[in-house]
Nanobody, 120 residues
Framework: QVQLMESGGGFVQAGGSLKLSCTAS????????MGWYRQAPGEGRELVAV???????KYADSVKGRFTISRDNAKKTVFLQMDSLKSEDTAVYYC??????????????WGQGTQVTVSS
């Protein structure tokens, strides 16, 4: 069974930094795009950043220049370095990955979410 496990969320003051990690485990036979979404209270889920297996990255305009996504394919892990945090970055952050299982089926998987709270 494939699982995504996130870590690194927490409470930080505005201007501070946090680094999120997400590791995939289980019967994984291929990895494609991995990334992060977030959902603030009363809002829909929005894309934060995604990264391809080759390292190409895409960011939401609201986080460009402040957040950096990276991945370690050998460790099946994706990271999100968040700097210069603002109160509007407060949300639950979800990891996602497009993975191939032992039956050669590609599917999108999601983590359980990790809370990031930024105080102003």
């Amino acid at each position: 069974q494939v699982q995504l496990m996130e870590s690194g969320g927490g409470f930080v003051q505005a201007g501070g930094s946090l680094k999120l990690s997400c590791t995939a485990s289980g019967n994984i036979f291929g990895m494609d795009v991995m990334g992060w979404y977030r959902q603030a209270p009363g809002e829909g889920r929005e894309l934060v950043a995604v990264i391809t297996s080759g390292g190409g990255a895409k960011y939401a305009d609201s986080v460009k220049g402040r957040f950096t996504i990276s991945r370690d394919n050998a460790k099946k892990t994706v990271f999100l370095q968040m700097d210069s945090l603002k109160s509007e970055d407060t949300a639950v952050y979800y990891c996602t990955a497009h993975l191939r299982d032992h039956m050669s089926r590609w599917s999108d998987y999601w983590g359980q979410g990790t809370q990031v709270t930024v105080s102003s």
